[in-house]
């Protein structure tokens, strides 16, 4: 489940920006948001992965569905959410530590549940859902292209032989598209408030 409606989407924003609970899991949201990761990568993501002077999160290919090395660039809102979070947890190996033990994740259902507290059905969102509102959204826009989008994603392209010879990573125009989504997400936190 996934919000598509822009304005729908800022509303869950301003909800998480309110949000009272662990701050992990607030930072885990605002991530999920901006960075639309899998759940799973952004909960086994570890501070060693994060280069905040290159403005890059690499994620190991050990960690990724396809299991290939994925890179997701970090516009200046995420160095913010970034920097607030290692102030909580920048001691530790994970981002997002368990509140049991600071060695393992937090729960897989952390942040859906984070979501239900914050009056989002389960058939309304999910922490998955961040991907399909970035695609949706992303894919709306007309500004970018397909390719740069699901790679954005990490998907890999179904058609064999396309994935065979279409192997560029878009890597410049992502940078440009992160940075446009986050000052995007920005505005739709605006418009919601009107």
């Known amino acids: 489940a996934a919000i598509t409606d822009p304005k729908e989407f800022g509303g869950l924003l301003r909800a998480i920006d309110g949000f009272e609970g662990e701050p992990t899991t607030l930072y885990g949201l605002k991530l999920m948001a901006l960075l639309f990761p899998r759940p799973g990568e952004l909960r086994h993501a570890e501070w060693s992965e994060v280069d905040l002077k290159k403005n890059v999160w690499t994620i190991p290919a050990a960690k990724t569905k396809m299991r290939r ?56 969102m999910t922490s998955h859902g961040f991907r399909a509102t970035a695609s949706t959204l992303l894919n709306e826009s007309g500004l970018w292209s397909v390719d740069a989008i699901e790679r954005q994603l990490a998907h890999i392209d179904m058609n064999s032989v396309r994935r065979a010879y279409a192997r560029g990573l878009h890597w410049d125009e992502r940078v440009r598209m992160m940075i446009w989504w986050a000052n995007y997400l920005d505005e739709l936190r605006a418009i919601s408030s009107r």
């Not at 160095?79 to 947890?89: K, Q």
């Not at 530790?92 to 994740?105: D, M, N, V």
């Open 69 to 124: 090395e994925h890179r997701i660039f970090l516009a200046p809102q995420v160095i913010a959410v970034l920097e607030d979070l290692r102030a909580v947890t920048g001691h530790k190996k994970l981002l997002l530590p368990g509140l049991t033990s600071s060695e393992k994740p937090i729960s897989e259902n952390t942040l859906n549940a984070a979501l239900r507290r914050l009056g989002f059905a389960q058939d309304e």
